[in-house]
């Protein structure tokens, strides 16, 4: 009897307990036992170069996890992810045995395409979860200037990084109620927070000269046997970065693995002495005061300065020349006597002037300030140094930048890569307007030096950046590399940097090259590259004009939204682009495939909820000699944005911005080659 109003009393104070006493605790148990928190991941978003062509964008993915308690066949489950996705079904039984959690992630955002086996599980411990993958439609194109993100949706390197707490956007989350059968089910009267979509934005780079760029700059390192190159291009009159690449590049699909070097903006990040590419700036000092003229004669000393405790030297021995000539034949000895000239204090002013030794605080990370001793620090030899690019560092970009001040008429302008952001509806939330930095010269002192560059190209070292119907002003540029504290005679930096048209320059450009190995001089290796960027560009854009040619939202109709550009994209992207921004569809020709043409045309406006009617090609088609798709007639940036969603190699013959003709013919490596004419 006693022992049965023991037991008695134990229930009934369990049951004060349980009701009473820790009634909170148990019911926060139970909560977690029926209810779970899933976290619903925001669309990171779009990036757009500069003519509203997608650059990145997402892709629908799955993620897979399970729960361990209540998975019910567990050997299954684990056999049809590695039939699926090739993982190993002894390490994720092992995996999820041992977890102590009741979320287990098996994959993150994985391809639903791949589904087989999974789909017919039914497993009540099965998740899945929808998220968003970030996807690079031009692969290695400008992959170190956009940069890559991790499982997370994180930016991790270039614009996903630097810009990652726009393009991020919320993570958003919904309660779940978990039903008798242990499945998850929505409950409206739990909380959901919707999660909030990241901001797009409009780069600066043109996608289609970036393309250019990357291909005669891999081209230009693998002739000359350099370990790597770099090229920077922008409009002198606005400071847009239009391109900007180094050559080793990456995927980033897949950047696991990769050497830092490979990830970098070397533009930016890097720096070297720059040599007589810098010459541009003592004889912009020079000229504009009035301590030289053009046509003054200087000695050359038969290409031997011999100074105290040090010689000069030039490639090519010279006597007495003009200034002009000194330019021209690019001497070391006559533009250290000019630099020479000017003190101290106002030499150094114009270099400071011209950018160098500070940061230009491009909207990018990592960038680096260069160096450039000051005054108090010289010693006999610095301004003669100075004068011919040695004794200094800076970035590439800095050095494209000074001559694009030249090509703007002595005006220094910003420098950036991001020119807007909007959000989902269109909205701008920001606009990045052309900032002018300082006047550093005069435009009389800069039409002088346009002239002069002139005269390096067609007259001097320069002759092989000349195109044919162009005026290209530029400078080359060869600097020994200091290796072990002592300038190497066998590692050299290559460069070539100028500006054209030169009557109204819209591209200053750079190319650098990082040990050459064919030949150490710039005229001869990173000349070359400069004259092919340039001749396929102004074949593409024949006025060689850079016009944004977004308009600005403040100017039209609120209701009025802007046409993606979506030529060229796989029908599937196409469509989830365009639906995410509010438009309708239609279909002409295939459903799958790459998209060949669009009604309304791109960079059009046109009112929210208008039907886009797309013009869909087969994949396989745009691949096959015998089925191509005709391009004749097609505005050539169109062509290549077709052919390179194909996968195609492409070669272009011709100046002009429309196809007249295409042909095929084989690779070395067996694969086949589309030959577009243009004029």
């Known amino acids: 009897m006693i022992t049965v109003n023991i037991g008695i009393a134990i229930?009934?104070?369990?049951?004060?307990?349980?009701?009473?006493?820790?009634?909170?605790?148990?019911?926060?148990?139970?909560?977690?036992?029926?209810?779970?928190?899933?976290?619903?991941?925001?669309?990171?978003?779009?990036?757009?170069d500069r003519n509203g062509k997608v650059i990145a964008s997402n892709f629908e993915s799955v993620s897979i996890a399970v729960d361990p308690r209540h998975i019910q066949d567990l050997s299954a489950f684990a056999k049809a992810i590695e039939h699926d996705y090739g993982y190993s079904a002894s390490e994720i039984i092992s995996k999820v045995k041992s977890s102590k959690k009741s979320f287990v992630w098996i994959t993150r955002r994985a391809d639903p395409t791949k589904f087989n086996k999974l789909v017919g599980l039914s497993d009540k411990g099965l998740i899945l979860i929808r998220e968003p993958r970030r996807i690079y439609h031009y692969d290695n194109i400008a992959s170190q200037l956009i940069g890559f993100t991790d499982v997370d949706n994180n930016g991790l390197s270039g614009i996903e990084l630097k810009w990652d707490s726009l393009l991020k956007g919320r993570d958003g989350y919904m309660i779940m109620n978990r039903d008798g059968a242990g499945r998850l089910r929505p409950a409206a009267d739990l909380p959901l927070i919707p999660a909030s979509d990241g901001y797009s934005m409009n780069l600066t780079i043109d996608i289609d000269l970036q393309r250019i760029v990357e291909h005669e700059l891999k081209t230009g390192v693998e002739n000359a046997g350099a370990e790597s190159g770099t090229v920077v291009a922008l409009h002198p009159k606005t400071g847009e970065i239009i391109a900007i690449a180094s050559y080793p590049s990456y995927d980033p699909h897949k950047p696991g693995g990769m050497s830092s070097a490979f990830l970098r903006m070397r533009a930016i990040t890097d720096t070297y002495e720059p040599g007589s590419t810098f010459k541009l700036i003592t004889a912009a000092a020079a000229l504009e005061e009035n301590i030289i003229k053009e046509t003054d004669t200087l000695d050359g000393h038969q290409g031997t300065l011999t100074m105290r405790s040090y010689v000069i030297r030039d490639v090519k021995p010279l006597g007495k020349i003009s200034f002009r000539q000194a330019m021209e034949y690019s001497s070391n000895i006559i533009m250290s006597t000019v630099a020479n000239m000017m003190s101290d204090n106002n030499f150094y002013k114009y270099l400071r002037d011209f950018g160098f030794g500070i940061k230009t605080?491009?909207?990018?990370?990592?960038?680096?300030?260069?160096?450039?001793?000051?005054?108090?620090?010289f010693t006999s030899s610095t301004k003669r140094y100075l004068g011919f690019g040695y004794e200094l560092s800076v970035t590439p970009l800095q050095m494209a930048n000074a001559y694009g001040a030249v090509a703007n008429g002595g005006t220094l302008m910003k420098p950036y890569l991001v020119s807007s952001v909007f959000d989902s509806e269109g909205r701008e939330i920001y606009r990045q307007n052309p900032v002018v930095v300082r006047r550093v010269i005069s435009e009389e002192t800069a039409a002088r030096l346009t002239d002069i560059l002139k005269g390096v190209v067609s007259r001097g070292t320069g002759k092989a950046a000349?195109?044919?119907?162009?005026?290209?002003?530029?400078?080359?540029?060869?600097?020994?590399?200091?290796?072990?504290?002592?300038?190497?005679?066998?590692?050299?930096?290559?460069?070539?940097?100028?500006?054209?048209?030169?009557?109204?320059?819209?591209?200053?450009?750079?190319?650098?090259?990082d040990k050459p190995r064919s030949s150490i001089y710039g005229g001869a290796t990173a000349a070359p590259i400069f004259r092919g960027i340039a001749s396929k560009w102004t074949g593409a854009n024949p006025n060689t004009a850079i016009a944004n040619k977004f308009v600005d939202s403040t100017k039209t109709n609120k209701d009025s939204v802007l046409v993606p550009n979506i030529v060229g994209l796989q029908s599937e992207l196409a469509e989830n682009l365009l639906k995410n921004r509010g438009f309708g569809l239609t279909y002409s020709g295939?459903?799958?495939?790459?998209?060949?043409?669009?009604n309304p045309k791109a960079h059009s406006?046109?009112?929210?909820?208008?039907?886009?009617?797309?013009?869909?090609?087969?994949?396989?088609?745009?691949?096959?000699?015998?089925?191509?798709?005709?391009?004749?007639?097609m505005p050539l940036r169109s062509a290549l944005a077709i052919l390179n969603a194909g996968g195609v190699k492409t070669k272009i013959v011709g100046n002009g911005n429309?196809?007249?003709?295409?042909?095929?013919?084989?690779?070395?490596?067996g694969s086949s080659v589309c030959i577009i004419y243009s004029k």
């Open 361 to 377: 605080d491009v909207d990018f990370p990592g960038e680096v300030t260069g160096k450039l001793p000051k005054p108090k620090n």
């Open 11 to 48: 229930i009934i104070w369990r049951l004060i307990d349980i009701q009473v006493i820790s009634n909170d605790e148990y019911k926060a148990k139970a909560k977690r036992q029926h209810e779970s928190k899933v976290t619903l991941t925001p669309e990171r978003g779009i990036i757009y």
């Open 605 to 633: 406006r046109t009112i929210n909820g208008k039907i886009i009617d797309i013009t869909i090609v087969a994949t396989d088609t745009v691949q096959s000699p015998e089925t191509i798709v005709v391009l004749k007639g």
């Open 466 to 513: 000349r195109v044919d119907g162009l005026d290209i002003c530029g400078k080359t540029g060869t600097s020994q590399q200091i290796v072990d504290g002592r300038y190497s005679k066998e590692n050299y930096t290559a460069t070539f940097a100028g500006y054209f048209p030169a009557n109204d320059p819209q591209v200053a450009l750079i190319v650098m090259l």
């Open 590 to 598: 295939n459903s799958h495939g790459i998209v060949l043409a669009q």
């Open 658 to 669: 429309i196809v007249s003709d295409q042909k095929w013919s084989r690779h070395s490596d």
